[in-house]
């Protein structure tokens, strides 16, 4: 069974922290355990009930977009609308498609964030990507095992072929050859500007 943080119930059930705390005094909606320094962890299932909602009914099927950079914002729209298609095709009534522009080694993208936490918070009934790679370069299989332990379905609607395959792999020695590259003079640069800040002192 599932188990999130007090703050992660509030979330959830629309309320405030303080609001769960007077609930726990009053008897009304109590954690499952406390870990050992005392944070309370509240039961999904029970949160769910509590609210008076079915879990499975609240699950939604989320679609995942991403490029890389801005040139290919044309490309980002057409994966959009494939997943939209898809999504339609598949009778998914309540689907949301979540896209990025961002590099697929950058862990902080603000979509990719949010469809962590979905799938944390177990609102994912279903993760759809084009490919594979569209969700990370690296790691992309953690993520799935995220999905596993959720009871998320993952769907990648294309199989690279090998020669694509070939060609991306090209591209992720590229990509990683320049974010390193980046933040190797980034540091450079600013071990300088210090050097250079110091001196005119």
């Not at 099927?61 to 290919?72: E, F, I, L």
Request: net charge positive.
């Amino acid at each position: 069974m599932q188990h999130v943080s007090i703050g992660q119930a509030s979330e959830l059930l629309g309320v405030a922290v303080s609001t769960l705390r007077r609930w726990e005094h009053e008897g009304r909606l109590r954690p499952a355990f406390r870990t050992c320094g005392g944070h309370r962890r509240y039961a999904l299932l029970e949160l769910h009930r509590f609210c008076g909602k079915v879990l499975l009914e609240q699950r939604r099927v989320v679609a995942y977009a991403r490029v890389s950079s801005h040139d290919q914002k044309a490309d980002l729209e057409r994966q959009r609308e494939r997943l939209e298609q898809h999504c339609q095709a598949a009778g998914h009534r309540d689907f949301l498609v979540l896209s990025d522009l961002g590099s697929g080694l950058n862990y902080q993208k603000k979509a990719f964030r949010q469809l962590l936490k979905m799938i944390a918070l177990g609102q994912v009934s279903q993760l759809i990507l084009l490919h594979k790679d569209r969700l990370l370069r690296f790691g992309a299989d953690i993520v799935f095992e995220l999905c596993k332990l959720n009871q998320t379905e993952v769907v990648i609607l294309d199989d690279l072929a090998p020669a694509n395959l070939e060609t991306r792999l090209v591209a992720d020695v590229i990509e990683l050859m320049t974010v390193f590259s980046a933040r190797l003079y980034g540091s450079r640069s600013r071990k300088n500007q210090k050097v250079l800040a110091q001196k005119a002192a």
